[in-house]
């Protein structure tokens, strides 16, 4: 298995210095959102995090680019990660509501708007702010690498972190049998064939996510929060990954920050190529990784 690869620069770059023996199953890109600021970590403690303010700790990253720029770097990046994608390959953006439409129309541009795999919904739960109107959402775009390949792209509908436990009326109602080990169950008959589903096993997750708090990566109180702004909750990678993924599959996030898909990522089976512009993100990804026994190289790129 080629080993785990971590690029301490732009990830426009970074995918053109891949080896080209290397090809990608999963891409996931969480890239800047357009608020025109400069994002902080808290690397110690009574810091902030986030927007610059009196308080912040060390300055992240640059979220500074005008819309325009920042939607026509991400289709630089995306120009160079569709050629590194292997067949069946998921790309995901994930955005929120500053950027998302321009960004969906360019992604349309690189990859064929027939390729637009469908999207989803993550509400992080940090409830509403503001007296005017307020996103509790942001949007992860999907992509197949091509639109012939829209209906072959990987995404394990069957997984089981791709399921939901039933609503309380629904088990009640529907699933009113009992087998010798108690699990309950309902059977339909399709075309003369009778289907046994057991409440349990859960129903098919939709596009909406709303079961996974942003709280668990964004407070010091949690032993994965690391200080990075904008750090993703591990249980959301878990889910992409095991959904668009196989094990033995190469991930890629070329703008990794604090290296949230690295780690589960490679918790997972998989071998990751990660990159981020940001020198504090690299740091935080290598203490991370070395923190939790993933080994990695920085590929040598003169
Ligand atoms: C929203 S943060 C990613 C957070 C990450 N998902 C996590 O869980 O920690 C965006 C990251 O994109 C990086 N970035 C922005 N532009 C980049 C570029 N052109 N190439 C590589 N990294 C970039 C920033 O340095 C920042 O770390």
């Known amino acids: 298995m080629t ?8 990830a426009r770059r970074a995918s053109a210095a891949l080896e080209p023996t290397i090809g990608l199953d999963l891409v996931y890109l969480d890239p800047p959102y357009g608020l025109g600021v400069e994002m ?7 810091e902030a995090r986030g927007r610059r303010q009196t308080r912040s700790g060390p300055a992240a990253y640059a979220d500074a680019l005008p819309v325009p720029d920042l939607v026509a770097m991400l289709g630089e990046v995306a120009q160079g990660v569709v050629r590194r994608m292997n067949p069946g390959a998921l790309f995901c953006l994930h955005m929120d509501h500053r950027a998302v439409h321009e960004a969906k129309i360019a992604m349309d541009d690189v990859f064929g708007r027939g390729a637009f795999a469908g999207e989803i919904i993550w509400a992080p739960g940090n409830g509403a702010r503001g007296s005017g109107f307020s996103f509790t959402h942001q949007t992860i775009l999907l992509y197949a690498r091509t639109p012939a390949e829209r209906r072959d792209v990987r995404w394990r509908t069957d997984h089981p972190a791709l399921r939901e436990p039933y609503a309380k009326t629904s088990t009640e109602m529907h699933f009113r049998h009992e087998d010798e080990q108690g699990r309950r169950y309902r059977e339909r008959t399709v075309g003369g064939k009778t289907y046994r589903y057991y409440a349990d096993v859960g129903r098919r997750l939709g596009s909406v996510w709303s079961d996974i708090p942003a709280m668990v990566a ?6 994965e929060g690391t200080g990075y702004p904008t750090q993703k909750p591990e249980r959301l990678l878990e889910r992409i990954v095991l ?10 996030d070329l703008m990794c920050g604090s290296g949230t898909t690295l780690v589960v990522a490679a918790r ?5 190529v990660g990159a ?3 020198p504090l993100a690299i740091s935080v990804t290598e203490a991370r990784l070395r923190r939790a026994g993933v080994a990695f190289c920085y590929p040598d790129t003169t």
């Open 3 to 10: 080993e785990n690869v971590l690029f301490a620069m732009d």
């Open 40 to 46: 902080n970590a808290r690397s110690a403690k009574g």
């Open 218 to 223: 964004n407070t010091p109180l949690m032993k």
């Open 243 to 252: 959904a668009g993924s196989d094990e033995g599959g190469t991930v890629a």
């Open 268 to 272: 997972l089976g998989r071998r990751f």
């Open 276 to 278: 981020d512009a940001s």
